[in-house]
Nanobody, 126 residues
Framework: QVQLVESGGGLVQAGGSLRLSCAAS????????MGWFRQAPGKEREFVAA????????SYADSVKGRFTISRDNAKNAVYLQMNNLKPEDTAVYFC???????????????????WGQGTQVTVSS
């Protein structure tokens, strides 16, 4: 069983930055893609960013391209989401997620991911 724990959320003014971390236990992240999703109040959970199992390719939602960066540190068994130039519409609970299957997987599909963290709240004030 994989446990994922997010941290780094908080309250920030528009234009500010936050760095989210996702620590994994129970299994190495090496060889597995990882994703970040978010859910705003009253809205469905949506894809934010993902990184392939080799760490060589990343994918982003159009709404965060150029502002967010996903990265991974397999030695620390962790994944990160650097968020710059934050906007009020980025306010949401952010979740990291991991698939049960290793190797190439469809990165953008929520159904790809079997393990989810509890989420960390990000609030951006205007």
């Amino acid at each position: 069983q994989v446990q994922l724990v997010e941290s780094g959320g908080g309250l920030v003014q528009a234009g500010g930055s936050l760095r989210l971390s996702c620590a994994a236990s129970g299994r190495t992240l090496r060889g597995y893609a990882m994703g970040w999703f978010r859910q705003a109040p009253g809205k469905e959970r949506e894809f934010v960013a993902a990184i392939v199992y080799l760490g060589t390719t990343t994918s982003y939602a159009d709404s965060v391209k150029g502002r967010f960066t996903i990265s991974r540190d397999n030695a620390k068994n962790a994944v990160y989401l650097q968020m710059n130039n934050l906007k009020p519409e980025d306010t949401a609970v952010y979740f990291c997620a991991a698939p049960r299957r290793g190797g190439p997987v469809p990165l953008l599909r929520e159904s790809t991911y079997d393990y989810w963290g509890q989420g960390t709240q990000v609030t951006v004030s205007s």
